[in-house]
C-alpha cells in the first residue's frame, strides 16, 4: 500500500476529530471526509519515523461562526471530484498527526487510494493566511491524534 506524500494543499480522506468529539472522550471521528493539509513538518526527534501533519476539515455544513470558515468554490470541488453541494473548509478546528496515521482513509470506492488532488494555490494561500490570522488571535482548537 503506497500513502501519498504529505504536502500542504494535499485534499485526502481522512477521519476527523472534532474537538467536542474528543473533549466527550470519543477516540475516532464520526466520518470519513475530505481534509486539507495545511502544514507538515518534518520528522523530529519526537517522531522520527514519520512527519507531523495538520488537517482543516472540510464540511458541507456551515459554522455557526461564518468568519470561521473559506467556502470552497464550485470549480475547486469540481477539480477534486467532490460533490455538487456547497462545502466549507473550517478555519479554527485541526487535527495533528503523525503520517500517515491510523485515521487516512481511502477516497470512497477506490480503495489504495487517499488524496483527491491540491487545492489551486491561491486558494490555498487564502487559507494560509486566513488559519494564520486565527492563530494570532488565539481561536483554534487543536486536536492531537498522535
Request: proline content about 10%; aromatic content about 8%.
Amino acid at each position: 500500500m503506497t500513502f501519498p506524500h504529505p504536502e500542504p494543499g494535499l485534499v485526502i480522506s481522512y477521519s476527523f476529530l472534532w474537538s467536542d468529539e474528543a473533549a466527550a472522550g470519543h477516540a475516532e471521528g464520526r466520518k470519513h471526509r475530505p481534509r486539507a493539509i495545511v502544514l507538515a513538518m518534518a520528522p523530529d526527534a519526537g517522531v522520527p519515523d514519520g512527519k507531523r501533519v495538520v488537517v482543516l476539515p472540510i464540511t458541507h455544513t456551515l459554522p455557526m461562526d461564518a468568519d470561521a470558515a473559506i467556502e470552497l468554490p464550485h470549480r475547486v470541488k469540481r477539480h477534486l471530484g467532490l460533490d455538487d453541494a456547497p462545502s466549507w473548509v473550517v478555519l479554527d478546528e485541526l487535527n495533528v498527526f503523525v503520517w500517515p496515521g491510523f485515521d487516512l482513509r481511502h477516497l470512497p470506492g477506490k480503495p489504495g487510494q487517499y488524496a483527491y488532488g491540491y487545492l489551486p494555490p491561491r486558494f490555498f494561500d487564502q487559507l494560509r493566511d486566513s488559519l494564520r490570522e486565527r492563530r494570532a488571535q488565539r481561536r483554534l482548537r487543536v486536536v492531537s491524534r498522535e
